[in-house]
């Protein structure tokens, strides 16, 4: 049937505030996160397959794939967006990767 791709996105501003010295474990662990709910396992995911970690960091509960996307270009957080609603962003440069390509594929 396919996947869902979901990129690591942040506001540019963000990602310099919190990432200026690169994205790492130690960084990721005060770095406030948007999770969609208490079942959201991706943004751990990313951070397991990415970084090769599994780290608690602090988060904003937002149960919207439209509040991620928002939230994500005010600067609140950093996320998983889906890869067909942050495109246009990214193109844009309103949002950019933590770590260009890396992604996670959520099977359907």
């Known amino acids: 049937m396919g996947a869902l791709r979901y990129h690591a996105t942040a506001s540019p501003d963000y990602v310099e505030r919190h990432f200026a010295a690169g994205v790492t474990l130690e ?32 988060t904003h509960w937002l149960p919207s794939t439209q509040s991620f996307i928002d939230a994500s270009l005010l600067g609140i957080g950093w996320g998983l967006n889906l890869a067909k609603m942050a495109r246009a962003h990214l193109e844009a440069k309103r949002l950019v990767e933590l770590i260009p390509g890396a992604v996670v594929d959520v099977p359907l």
């Open 27 to 58: 960084a990721l662990q005060r770095a406030p996160a948007i999770t969609f709910n208490q079942k959201d396992r991706l943004q751990h995911e990313w951070i397991r397959r990415t970084l090769g970690g599994s780290i608690a960091y602090p």
